[in-house]
């Protein structure tokens, strides 16, 4: 199992990012996705799930409105659109799923909301 985010970076207040997480290694569209973050000296916490055809999605309190998850299982990937970025979004995103009990996680990809 490989998992491969890409697209955090700077981004002022208020601003967008889109994530993406390329998935490969198993059969990606047989499974629920997740996103988690970590800020620094905080624990991980989950950011959004989404199921294995799309159709239902969760997200923390924190980001609802803001942020959208979405998946296209043609291309093993799936996405974390994020809006009205605020300071407190700042962290380390990392893309996740669990297989036979087993949690997978990519290296991770960095977001810093700052002016």
């Known amino acids: 199992v490989q998992l491969a985010e890409s697209g955090g970076g700077l981004v002022q207040p208020g601003g967008s990012l889109r994530l993406s997480c390329a998935a490969s290694g198993f059969t990606f569209n047989s499974y629920r996705m997740s996103w988690y973050r970590q800020a620094p000296g905080k624990e991980r916490e989950l950011v959004a799930t989404i199921t294995v055809a799309g159709g239902s999605t969760n997200y923390a309190d924190s980001v609802k409105g803001r942020f959208t998850v979405s998946r296209d299982n043609a291309k093993n990937t799936v996405y974390l659109q994020m809006n009205s970025l605020k300071p407190e979004d700042t962290a380390v995103y990392y893309c996740?799923?669990?297989?036979?009990?087993?949690?997978?996680w990519g290296q991770g990809t960095q977001v810093t909301v700052s002016s």
């Open positions: 996740n799923v669990i297989r036979y009990h087993i949690n997978y």
